[in-house]
C-alpha cells in the first residue's frame, strides 16, 4: 500500500505541475498577445498622427505663403487668424496621439512657438528663410522617423531651443 501510495502522490503531483505550467504559459502567452496587440495599435495611431502632421505642416506653409495680412486690414487679418489657428488646433489635436514625449513636445512646442507670434514666424531676414518654414521642416524630419520607426533626431533640440530641457 505505501507504493501505491506513494505512486498516486507522484502522479497528483506530476498533474498539479503539469496543470500549472500549462496555465502559466497560456496567462504569459495572452499577456504577451496583448502587449503586442496594444504596441500595434500605439504604432499605428502614431504613424496615423505623424503623416496628418505632415499633411498639416505643408497647410502651415501655404497659409503663411499666402502673406501675412497687415493691421491695416483688420477684418481680413482676423479671418487669416482664426484660420490659422483651426490648423494649429488640429496640430495640436494631432500631438496627443503620440505616446513619445518627446515628439508631444516638438509639436507642441511648434505650436505654440506659431500661435504665440505669427507675425514673428513669418518674418523674413536677410538671407534667413521665416522661422515657420524652419518650424515645418523640423515637424517633418520628426514625423519621418516615426514613421520609419526609427529613434527620435537629438540633434532635433538645437534647432527648437527651449522645447525640451537640455
Known sequence: MQAET????????GAVVGAAVSTGAVVWQQRKTAHEAER??????????ANEVIRLTYAIEDHFAEGVPTTRMPETRQQWIVDLRMILRDLESQALR??????????????AEIIRDPDGVAEEEEWVAPRY????????????????????????WAAFPGAWPP
Request: with cysteine.
Open 6 to 13: 506513494l505512486a498516486g502522490l507522484m502522479g497528483l503531483a
Open 40 to 49: 500595434t495599435y500605439l504604432l499605428g495611431l502614431s504613424e496615423t498622427a
Open 98 to 111: 503620440f505616446p513619445d514625449p518627446k515628439v508631444q513636445r516638438v509639436v507642441l512646442w511648434g505650436h
Open 133 to 156: 518654414g524652419d518650424i515645418c521642416h523640423h515637424f517633418r524630419a520628426v514625423m519621418g522617423t516615426v514613421i520609419r520607426r526609427e529613434p527620435f533626431p537629438n540633434g532635433i
